[in-house]
């Protein structure tokens, strides 16, 4: 069983859709983040939080400790946004622990 | 923004040669760097942690002595494969960590062709 469960694992979406992205988690963590790969390779660390939200631009980043949920929105997608974004824990020891992570598609 | 480096982007080599991939934070020390590897549409899957001035931790299951990893400073670790064969050909990604807020920056990632 994988510490760290993304769901879904693809998907599609219309130019100017809200999208969201949601991740459960089954160890306890210092904090919780959201990485974003497009296909040359790069990562990108989008948001690293540990309780309640985080904004920026259209990317919003929840995170609901008790339930040991988050949810990664993206408002108003656009073509650009097409990547594979992964969930990534860092546990109490400092070990890191990723989602297998979803690959979205905006069309335009 | 942090900024981390990788080099080579790419290599190719031939199978039994050692290759060295360098993981450098050009603007802020790092402690603690990751080695991970990517297979084609998979996930981060990561080998090792590496702490300045210490040995490396390895995750189960990888070959510490095919992945040699030394932290020579603050601001470079050093991933080598050794006696590279074909089934080690994969995108190698390093992370460092900055201090303290534990931010990760990812470097652009190196691709390994053993032919």
């Known amino acids: 069983k994988n510490e760290v469960e993304q769901s879904p694992q693809n998907l599609t979406a219309q130019e100017g859709e809200f999208i969201t992205i949601n991740c459960s988690y089954s160890?306890?963590?210092?904090?919780l983040h959201w990485l974003q790969q497009h296909p040359g390779g790069g990562i990108v660390s989008l948001f690293m939080?540990?309780?309640g939200k985080k904004k920026h631009g259209r990317l919003i980043a929840t995170i609901n400790i008790q339930e040991k949920h988050s949810s990664l929105h993206i408002t108003a997608s656009h073509p650009r946004d097409s990547a594979v974004y992964i969930c990534?824990?860092?546990?109490?020891?400092?070990?890191?622990?990723f989602g297998t992570g979803t690959s979205l598609t905006v069309i335009p | 923004g942090a900024v981390v480096s990788q080099h080579p982007s790419r290599v190719i080599c031939k199978s039994g040669t050692s290759v060295k991939i360098e993981c450098r934070s050009l603007?802020?020390?790092?402690?603690?760097m990751f080695w991970y590897r990517q297979f084609p549409k998979q996930s981060l899957m990561l080998m090792a942690t590496?702490?300045?001035?210490?040995?490396?931790?390895?995750e189960q299951g990888v070959e510490k002595d095919k992945f040699l990893i030394n932290h020579a400073s603050l601001t470079l670790s050093t991933l080598t494969v050794t006696s590279a064969h074909p089934e080690d050909s994969s995108f190698y990604i390093c992370?460092?960590?900055?201090?303290?807020?534990?931010?990760?920056?990812f470097g652009p990632g190196t691709r390994l062709t053993v032919t």
């Open positions: 992370s460092a960590i900055r201090s303290p807020t534990y931010e990760q920056y």
């Open positions: 160890v306890g963590i210092s904090a």
């Open positions: 939080l540990s309780s």
């Open positions: 990534a824990v860092r546990g109490t020891g400092n070990q890191f622990y």
């Open positions: 603007d802020f020390q790092a402690t603690t």
């Open positions: 590496s702490n300045e001035g210490s040995k490396a931790t390895y």
